[in-house]
């Protein structure tokens, strides 16, 4: 109001074109829901290529021991019959 800037100048308003058009635009912040939904997609996508690797290699290791035993001991197949008949039992 009482102090007020004189208008610039046609060739002042030009020159600043120059110079913005010249620089890049700052990067826009992201809001705490934009982060929280990076920080999400990242744990995902982290989740999913670590589920990918893991569950082979543990699959594998089971493999590994079963070869390493020789087959399924029978007590571990009696056990499992018995936890079976008794589970059909109750109903």
Avoid at 44 to 60: D, M, N, R, S
Avoid at 82 to 90: M, N, P, Q, T, V
């Amino acid at each position: 109001m009482w102090f007020r800037r004189k208008p610039e100048s046609v060739w002042a308003q030009d020159g600043e074109a120059a110079t913005q058009a010249a620089a890049p635009a700052p990067k826009e912040k992201l809001g705490w829901f934009e982060q929280r939904a990076k920080r999400r997609r990242r744990r995902k996508v982290f989740e999913e290529v670590l589920g990918w690797i893991l569950v082979p290699g543990l699959l594998y290791l089971l493999w590994l021991a079963y070869q390493a035993v020789g087959g399924v001991p029978k007590e571990i197949v009696d056990f499992g019959q018995e936890l079976i008949g008794l589970a059909l039992k109750s109903f």
